[in-house]
């Protein structure tokens, strides 16, 4: 039997068709679903092609409500396949993890709820904001969430829509390709797309359901390298493979097919393909059968992943293997023999990687398959403990004037955060970075000195960093947005594009302190802090790729947007396997209206007979700082107990799109002398 | 100085420190125009501007001068450096 | 081998040079980088292996070395020009905190430097190392079996510095000059390298005077912090408050013009000669002049060169000043032999005065 989620359905709305079937009729006939676009005017540009979802070509609807409908097909069209009805679902604990970075400034976490609502999903529905990761990411935190016990289904996939504005920035950067584009081949750019893809995923032993395939494993990584290029040599993109298969308890020569990321451009392809051979070698990495389904379906962006994941296992299921559609030939530097005939060809496998990797360097492997891991015992689960924490708001520089904030029970005076991060930072260029980039590198930066931890050789591999955050940074957004008002969609503001995603901070800092462990940037909407740090712990506690993760949150002052942030604020606790004196003892994740289950689960996992001494709740004083007020509690939590005010304290949220309880306890034996 | 020099160099005096002041604005650097030497080289090395600056770089000299640059290695070329960027400006309006 | 060959192959094929003017040094610790950030002039904005440009100035500001910055984890690169390693750890020693953990050496006595430019260096490099070089970025460098390769340069044109152990450095001097004379490349001097430094306006530490003159004047201010204070930095800034009064120009010539040879105008001198050499491509001499303030600008025909003898009129030109095939090849379409160089456009484009 093996402990692997069991993928038991799937999904789709994209290019080739709305439905899974249509996907794979499609996929099967070698059929190519971009086409000129219809929904906005591309005469001023120099390409003009792109791949919308089929029956949407001229929807001009709002990117959210248009995200919401391809969410929603896509849902359904999964729940069918895994047979799931709505009676099921109720009767089981069910999670949403949704890939989704949509403008940078939209309400993700809105989008979050809404799917949950309307398709009764009661557990927590966490989204992952990492451009073209996302979904990939989304599908790894739900075998978590299963491999956990946190959830019994989790619904793992992502949404996409092409925006004017997105194909604008895309094309200022000069990486579209003027027609289809062909992955690996002559042509060298990439074509834009969009749609929704979804996995039901699920543990074993719960219904009678067929397991199509098991999610074997999953593995996170940062180049920490630049805004848009990616590593020259797939440093990155190889630790994150390394990391999957690694998960999976497979070795390279077992994987039979490999779903590239590649879309197209010089840049990643080459990358990708350093990494393909630094993996496997030279000749199982020429061998190998490999291809890129971007030449079917445009490059998705959040939904990217999952849908590739979709499309893999659409052939896999037919013994097939995808092909490169539009290929025609290699190109120097590229992989010599990628599949790429018509259609699809005959191939048996039983193991599957996919890789995907997005601007600012985040990228994200992904194992799947047939194949059962050979009994044997789970690797033990590893005790988690808080190192250091930092903090910053308008009135606290650090954790003690943060305890201040909370005895005074007011409201601090002085509204603005002053911090001089190049006098930090005398050797790190901050030309350039936002504001959300700043408050984020200043407080990981900070824990991470204060820990004595210089990121250097081995250690920046294997230390990660988990961010809370809910948009891109307001100054960013702005920028962009003025850009397109003033002179126009052809030339936008190329450097506040490549800043407009909610993990735009994430990768700033990742770059500035050189962290390229696994990384990520989720979002509940408020309480996203607290969900960092959970997924750190659990990070930390059942994988063996990092022996830190800095968990922490950033909100940015947003003037004049409803349910923005009132004011700057950012925290940081750097989570590790070293003891310190505050362990992690117990965490509960849970849908937004349950916060007594995950109090419950987290009571449970510490497995005390007593409820903790202290509960430790966001500070009054500080309004509207959705993501990081509950990283500020935990922080407040391990202060109180190193101050020896208790000996175990919790922190429970109850947030936008789910709840979060964490425990910790002091570790310190107390002397009765 | 003839008047013929006189007012050449002071042309350029002129388009110099509108281009420093796009470049220092382009690559939010923190310094004086007069800090960015006429013939240090913009990429690469130099100011250090990557692929993603000289986006910028393009749009601000076509809407600032009316400089049109496509993606050739020639129109590189023109913007290698302040001096170059000012030669361009100045031959396109001799031109004009 | 004449300089014109030497030239041709840096310029339109490939050329293998020793570096024995380079000094290799290392430095070593938790703490290498604020160790080399004390005695540096410029912003040490520079990741794992990369490479840096900057300066080592004296207290009054006048260049002393010009330096790449190569980091490496726990230690540092430091390719040197200008100064020895003894002048460099006396530097060291003198501005460095003496409790930081940073330890010097010197890796002259066990290695050497060798170097490979041209339009197809990369086309060599990627038989003698691995096809992946093209895709290493410029100021980047990396490990293999036998070394260090450093991709930096001095011409204009792909270079690439190999740091060899010293017991491979013939052996693989061997296999590199057979694979540069099969791409009808040449061995070529320092003499030519210089030149073709000259002519893409590359600084020279070890050409020219610079008494007297500051970055501010020799167009280095790229490589100097307006930020941190380093040796020198309180004449940078007095100059600055002060104003510069000569900058550095680049200019052609028809006829011989030399080192110190003053530079008039119509009406008064405007400056002197800096350095100049005989160029194959401009056919003339370029070279650089300290001009004043007030006309240190190209494009400029009124000037002219004058000594007891002869009166050469100079023409004031922008840098760098040559269209180098460099930026003509794509290593992803075309090797040397697959090239097509009928068609490339003349590597200058201006005309003498």
């Given amino acids: 039997m093996s402990d692997a989620p069991r993928i038991t359905g799937w999904g789709a709305a994209s290019a080739l068709g709305v439905g899974r079937e249509r996907l794979q009729g499609a996929l099967l006939s070698g059929a190519i679903g971009i086409a000129p676009i219809l929904r906005f005017d591309t005469s001023s540009f120099t390409t003009h092609v792109g791949a919308m979802v089929a029956g949407y070509e001229s929807d001009g609807r709002d990117p959210t409500v248009l995200c919401h409908e391809f969410g929603s097909l896509a849902l359904r069209d999964a729940l069918a396949h895994a047979r799931l009805d709505s009676e099921s679902l109720g009767s089981l604990r069910v999670a949403l993890t949704l890939g989704a970075s949509l403008f940078g400034d939209q309400n993700t976490e809105n989008l979050a709820r809404s799917l949950a609502k309307e398709l009764s999903i009661e557990g927590p529905a966490i989204t992952v904001s990492t451009a073209c990761t996302s979904s990939t990411q989304a599908i790894g935190f ?214 995907n990797s997005a601007f600012g360097g985040n990228n994200c492997a992904l194992v799947f398959g047939n194949a059962a891991r050979a009994p044997m015992d789970a690797d033990k689960s590893r005790p988690v403990f808080v190192n250091t924490t930092a903090a910053l708001c308008a009135g606290a520089s650090n954790v003690e004037e943060l305890a201040s904030i909370y005895e005074s029970k007011s409201a601090p005076s002085d509204r603005e955060i002053r911090i001089d991060l190049a006098a930090e930072l005398p050797r790190v260029d901050l030309r350039g970075i936002d504001r959300a980039s700043e408050l984020l590198t200043a407080v990981t930066f900070r824990a991470l000195a204060e820990a004595g931890l210089q990121l250097k050789g081995e250690a920046r591999e294997r230390t990660g960093l988990m961010v809370g955050a809910l948009r891109a940074s307001p100054d960013s957004v702005g920028r962009f947005r003025s850009s397109i008002v003033e002179r126009g969609l052809t030339k936008p503001d190329a ?179 | 100085m003839t008047t013929d020099l006189s007012d050449y160099v002071a042309s350029r005096e002129a388009i110099l420190d509108h281009v420093r002041r796009i470049l220092r604005d382009t690559m939010k650097l923190k310094i004086e125009p007069q800090a960015i030497d006429p013939d240090a080289p913009l990429f690469g090395t130099g100011l250090g501007m990557d692929s993603v600056d000289a986006v910028e770089l393009v749009i601000q000299l076509d809407t600032v001068f009316g400089l049109q640059l496509s993606g050739s290695p020639e129109a590189f070329l023109k913007i290698r450096s302040v001096n170059t960027i000012v030669d361009a400006i100045m031959e396109m309006t001799d031109e004009s | 081998m004449s300089r014109e060959d030497e030239y041709r192959a840096i310029r339109h094929s490939v050329a293998l040079s020793r570096m024995d003017h380079v000094g290799l040094l290392r430095l070593v610790g938790d703490e290498v980088m604020e160790a080399v950030d004390a005695v540096c002039s410029g912003d040490l904005w520079v990741r794992d292996s990369r490479m840096l440009q900057t300066l080592i100035l004296d207290d009054r500001g006048q260049p002393l070395a010009d330096v790449y910055v190569c980091p490496d984890n726990d230690a540092c690169f430091l390719l040197v020009e200008g100064i020895t390693s003894e002048e460099l750890s006396a530097r060291l020693a003198r501005h460095v905190d003496p409790d930081l953990d940073a330890e010097l050496e010197d890796l002259r006595p066990d290695h050497e430097l060798l170097s490979v ?153 405007v400056g002197e000669v800096m350095t100049a050499a005989f160029s194959p491509s401009v056919g003339g001499v370029v070279g650089t002049a300290l001009l004043d303030i007030s006309v240190a600008h190209p494009g400029i025909d009124e000037f002219f060169a004058s000594d007891r003898d002869s009166v050469s009129p100079i023409r004031t030109v922008s840098s760098p000043m040559l269209l180098n095939r460099s930026l003509l090849v794509d290593p992803r379409r075309q090797t040397y032999a697959t090239r097509d160089g009928e068609t490339d456009p003349p590597l200058w484009q201006g005309s003498l005065p």
Wanted: proline share 5%; charged share 20%.
């Fill in chain 3, 117 to 269: 430019h041209g339009p197809y260096a990369w086309d060599v490099l990627s038989r003698w190392l691995t096809p992946d070089i093209i895709g290493l970025p410029y100021l980047s460098f990396y490990r293999f079996d036998r070394g260090i390769c450093f991709r930096a340069g001095k011409t204009g044109e792909y270079g690439y510095d190999l740091m060899l152990r010293s017991e491979d450095a013939e052996e693989v001097r061997g296999e590199l000059l057979e694979l540069v004379t099969s791409l009808d490349g040449a061995e070529v001097s320092l003499e030519t390298l210089d030149l073709c430094a000259l002519e893409n306006g590359f600084f020279s530490v070890r050409h020219g005077s610079v008494e007297g003159l500051t970055p501010i004047e020799l167009q280095l201010q790229w490589r100097v912090s307006t930020r941190k204070r380093f040796p020198g930095v309180a004449a940078i800034e007095e100059r600055r408050a002060r104003g510069i009064g000569r900058r550095l120009t680049h200019f052609v010539a028809r006829d011989e013009v030399k080192s110190g040879d003053v530079l008039r105008g119509p009406e008064a001198p």
């Fill in chain 1, 142 to 355: 739900g075998a978590d969430l299963i491999r956990g016990g946190f959830a019994d289904v989790v619904l793992a996939g992502g949404v996409d829509v092409l925006t004017p504005a997105l194909f604008a920035g895309f094309h200022a950067l000069g990486v579209l390709s003027e027609g289809p584009c062909t992955p690996f081949g002559q042509q060298v750019g990439t074509t834009l797309g969009e749609g929704a893809g979804f996995l039901v995923i699920e543990r074993g032993g719960l219904r009678d359901a067929t397991t199509r395939a098991l999610l074997r494993g999953y593995g996170l990584s940062g180049d920490a390298y630049h805004e848009t290029s990616p590593e020259p040599r797939g440093r990155g993109v190889a630790a994150a493979i390394r990391s999957a298969l690694d998960d999976a308890g497979v070795s390279e020569t077992e994987i039979g097919y490999l779903n590239a990321h590649g879309t197209g451009t010089i840049a990643n392809d080459t990358a990708e393909w350093c990494a393909i051979r630094s993996v496997f070698g030279s000749e199982l990495g020429c061998s190998i059968p490999l291809s890129s389904t971007k030449g079917h379906l445009g490059h998705a962006q959040s939904a990217a992943g999952v849908l590739e994941v979709i499309s893999t296992l659409e052939c896999m299921g037919a013994g097939l293997a995808p092909t490169t559609a539009g290929f025609e030939g290699p190109r120097p530097g590229g992989p010599p023999r990628p599949v790429s005939a018509k259609k699809p060809e005959p191939l048996a496998y039983e193991l599957a990687l996919s890789t």
């Fill in chain 1, 495 to 673: 450097t506040a594009f490549a800043q407009l995603l909610p993990s735009a901070a994430q990768s700033a800092c990742a770059k500035a302190l050189n962290i390229r462990g696994p990384q990520s940037t989720i979002n509940i909407g408020e309480g996203s802090g607290l969900l960092a740090c959970a997924i750190s712990a659990w990070m930390l506690a059942q994988r063996r790729d990092s022996d830190r993760i800095v968990a922490a949150a950033v909100d940015v002052r947003t003037e004049g947007v409803a349910g923005g942030a009132l004011g700057d604020a950012a925290c940081a606790l750097v989570l590790g396997t070293a003891p310190t004196s505050v362990e992690v003892v117990g965490i509960g994740v849970a849908g937004p209206d349950h916060l007594d289950e995950a109090i419950a689960q987290a009571q449970r996992r510490w497995g005390s007979a007593k409820p903790p001494e202290l509960f430790v709740d966001r500070p009054k004083p500080l309004e509207g700082m959705p993501a990081t007020s509950s990283s500020f509690a935990l922080a407040h939590a391990v202060h109180s107990l190193r101050q020896g005010r208790a000996r175990s304290a919790m922190v429970a949220s109850k947030g936008t799109t789910a709840s979060v309880a964490i425990i910790l306890a002091s570790t310190e034996v107390i002397d009765d002398n």
